[in-house]
Nanobody
Framework: QVQLVESGGGLVQAGGSLRLSCAAS????????MGWFRQAPGKEREFVAA????????YYADSVKGRFTISRDNAKNTVYLRMNSLKPEDTAVYYC?????????????????WGQGTQVTVSK
């Protein structure tokens, strides 16, 4: 069992930056690949980024590539999402998730554990 708690969301102007954190409970954090997803009002949940167990491999949605950076610190049981050059269309609730699947995946169904989400609002 892994419990995930996101933090770091908030209100920011377009062009600004935020760093989201996701703290995981348990001693098996390094056994899971981690992902970030987001869901805007009236839209389906969409993949943002993923990172493998060691942190040596990452995968991004085209919409955030070059602006967002996913990283992890296994000693702190934490995964991060650094978001730069934010746009109003990045406004959403952001969720972190954990998957035992070894191959990086953008498929929500592959993720076993989910956090409660943190709101990110980007104003024009």
């Amino acid at each position: 069992q892994v419990q995930l708690v996101e933090s770091g969301g908030g209100l920011v102007q377009a062009g600004g930056s935020l760093r989201l954190s996701c703290a995981a409970s348990g001693r098996t954090f390094s056994s899971y690949a981690m992902g970030w997803f987001r869901q805007a009002p009236g839209k389906e949940r969409e993949f943002v980024a993923a990172i493998n167990r060691s942190g040596g491999s990452t995968y991004y949605a085209d919409s955030v590539k070059g602006r967002f950076t996913i990283s992890r610190d296994n000693a702190k049981n934490t995964v991060y999402l650094r978001m730069n050059s934010l746009k109003p269309e990045d406004t959403a609730v952001y969720y972190c998730a954990a998957t035992p699947v070894m191959v990086l995946t953008s498929t929500p169904d592959a993720y076993r554990y989910w956090g409660q989400g943190t709101q990110v609002t980007v104003s024009k």
